[in-house]
């Protein structure tokens, strides 16, 4: 059985195109639904095994950033979506699908109750949105497919309201249970809250979190935005650099790692159902 994906659109998502090539460009094969079709078909949540919620800016963030989407899709697709997280599937949400994801409960869901909202992305501290690069160090103690075998990842962010903010209680569980995926980074030391490293101000530099699973992952930067070398913001240095010591670029970027391992993880199945 070769991996299907579904990526959510409608209501000010934006980047739905540049996902999917992500997942093609890896070999997978999905389609774009908008959210009010799946709501009228949500059997096809059972013919998917890879669902993403991409980046953009649902509803112009008027209630706060993913909060109307969450709420169309608690309201209208619940139990569907329910019963699709808690099958053997992967689940990634981008940005305001981050947002969307938080705010629907599907992490960190403590002792996998999915619902519950115990996590909250609020408004930038330095009160401006976010367009750059950053740097992130993917947590040794995270047990994601999403992340499988990936230390470090240059990939860039673009939000007003990416600020993980959390209680103490609930920190102390991320960082028990191995739930934070990702901080922020300045060079090869912690960003520890520092602009523009932290470039939100989150909480314990935090940058991306995951359920109890794994397979739900949630993160601000952009994966999808940083899948060629040619993207990146050092480009130029890069390839002066490879220029004068005789060497080749690698084509691909440090982003698309992460649609790799989802195909990974499907074909690994495979082989377990074949052998």
Not at 58 to 69: K, Q
Not at 94 to 103: E, L
Not at 220 to 244: C, N, S, V
Not at 252 to 259: I, P
């Amino acid at each position: 059985m070769s991996a299907r994906v579904l990526i959510l659109s409608g209501y000010g998502l934006n980047c739905e195109e540049e996902t999917l090539y992500a997942f093609e460009h890896v070999g997978l094969s999905g389609n774009i639904i908008h959210i009010n079709d799946l709501i009228d078909t949500p059997q096809k949540l059972d013919e998917t095994q890879i669902l993403a919620i991409p980046g953009g800016f649902s509803y112009g963030d008027d209630t706060g950033s993913g909060n109307a989407f969450a709420q169309k899709i608690k309201l209208a697709l619940w139990e569907p979506l329910l019963n699709f997280v808690q099958r053997d599937t992967l689940t990634i949400g981008i940005c305001n699908g981050c947002q969307i994801s938080a705010n629907l409960g599907l992490v960190p869901a403590f002792n996998g109750h999915y619902g519950k909202r115990p996590v909250a992305l609020t408004h930038n501290k330095s009160a401006r949105y976010q367009c750059r690069w950053v740097d992130l160090a993917v947590d040794i103690d995270n047990r994601s497919p999403w992340l499988s075998g990936i230390e470090r990842l240059h990939i860039p962010v673009a939000h007003g309201e990416g600020r993980f903010m959390m209680s103490n209680d609930t920190l102390a569980a991320l960082k028990r249970n191995g739930q934070i995926a990702a901080r922020y980074m300045k060079d090869e030391s912690a960003a520890n809250g520092e602009f523009p490293y932290n470039p939100n101000g989150s909480l314990d530099d935090i940058a991306a979190i995951t359920d109890e699973s794994g397979r739900i992952l949630t993160m601000m930067p952009h994966p999808e935005r940083g899948m060629f070398t040619w993207q990146r913001d050092d480009y130029d240095r890069l390839k002066d650099t490879a220029r004068r010591t005789n060497q080749s670029l690698p084509e691909e970027a440090d982003g698309l790692a992460l649609f790799r391992n989802a195909a990974r993880y499907f074909e690994s199945a495979k082989k377990k159902e074949c052998a």
